[in-house]
């Protein structure tokens, strides 16, 4: 019976060892923090590079508008040095617009419109008229037509005060975000005006 006694209380006391060290290992586990940061960086890594899209595609996402105007202004102030100007010479002009969007890899559309604001006779009003346009290929229209009409000859109502010649360059370009998964493309489109300055009117192709 002692014998018994004896193997059943040094069971018992290895059992207590095992679970003073099991216990001893939890806490000491609990302890730890050699993990923590590795954690840490995981669950944030995704949210970071969220963040960081986000900045680099608002930063490219102005530069991309700001080239816009600038091709707007460009091809306005190369058209305005002309007497005249023929169909092909106008596609170079479109080419070396577009080289400002470089490196983006898409090109503007560009559409120039040569519009006159002239005196209507017999009579104190004015009329705008179109005289000529020159688009590129991928150039967006209204889909409505009596938008589409208004647009050709609209101008702002602080350059229908005299008669008067303006060069219109629509400059239209497509942004991609980086985020293009989550974020859709953006429209930028640019207008801008600039009289002919060494003649009053520009002829467009052999017109006279």
């Given amino acids: 019976m002692m014998g018994y006694f004896c193997k059943f209380s040094s069971r018992l006391s290895e059992r207590s060892g095992v679970i003073r060290k099991t216990h001893a290992g939890v806490k000491s586990f609990a302890r730890d923090q ?10 944030l890594l995704p949210v970071m590079i969220l963040i960081y899209a986000g900045v680099a595609d608002v930063s490219r996402g102005v ?13 306005g102030d190369l058209i305005s040095r002309q007497i005249s100007v023929m169909p092909a010479q106008l596609d170079d002009v479109f080419k070396i617009g577009a080289t400002l969007m470089i490196p983006s890899g898409t ?3 560009i559409r120039v419109s040569f519009i ?12 705008v008229k179109l005289d000529w346009s020159q688009k590129t290929a991928g150039f967006k229209e209204s889909s409505n037509r009596v938008d589409r009409e208004n647009k050709q000859t609209y101008l702002p ?8 010649n303006y060069i219109r360059v629509e400059a239209q370009y497509t942004y991609k975000p980086l985020l293009s998964a989550v974020l859709p493309d953006i429209a930028m489109e640019e207008i801008y005006y600039i009289s002919p ?12």
Wanted: charged letters at 30%.
């Fill in 63 to 75: 530069d991309a508008n700001r080239k816009v105007s600038r091709v707007a202004s460009m091809v």
């Fill in 157 to 164: 109502e602080n350059l229908r005060q005299e008669p008067m």
């Fill in 34 to 43: 050699r993990g923590v940061s590795a954690v840490e960086f995981a669950l």
């Fill in 197 to 208: 300055r060494y003649s009053d009117t520009i002829r467009y192709g052999n017109g006279k």
């Fill in 116 to 127: 006159k604001v002239e005196a209507v006779k017999n009579s104190p009003n004015l009329t």
């Fill in 107 to 109: 090109a503007p559309e």
